[in-house]
Nanobody
């Protein structure tokens, strides 16, 4: 079983920044894609960003240019730097650790991000 622990959520004003962290109990050096998803009230969970073993990022159009995903393989940790936050970024953010083979997804418990003045 893989356990993920997220941190860094909170309340921030529009235009502000937050940095989310997710530490996983399993090595992310290989055979892993790491990512962040979010779910706003009344909406489906949606992709925010993912990053491959080769450090290739992929972003949702809504966060391109504002969010940056990164990973530290030595610490088994993935980060999400969120800048220029907007009220529509308000959601619970979930960390994903995807094992490529055999295919299996592990999720964190979620961390609340609220953007409001």
């Amino acid at each position: 079983q893989v356990q993920l622990v997220e941190s860094g959520g909170g309340l921030v004003q529009p235009g502000g920044s937050l940095r989310l962290s997710c530490a996983t109990s399993r090595s992310i050096f290989s055979n892993s894609v790491m990512g962040w998803y979010r779910q706003a009230p009344g909406k489906q969970r949606e992709l925010v960003a993912t990053i491959t073993n080769n450090n290739n990022p992929n972003y949702a159009d809504s966060v391109k240019g504002r969010f940056t995903i990164s990973r530290d393989n030595a610490k088994n940790t993935v980060y999400l730097q969120m800048n220029s936050l907007k009220p529509e970024d308000t959601a619970v953010y979930y960390c994903l650790h995807r094992i490529i083979f055999p295919s299996r997804d592990y999720w964190g418990q979620g961390t609340q991000v609220t953007v409001s003045s």
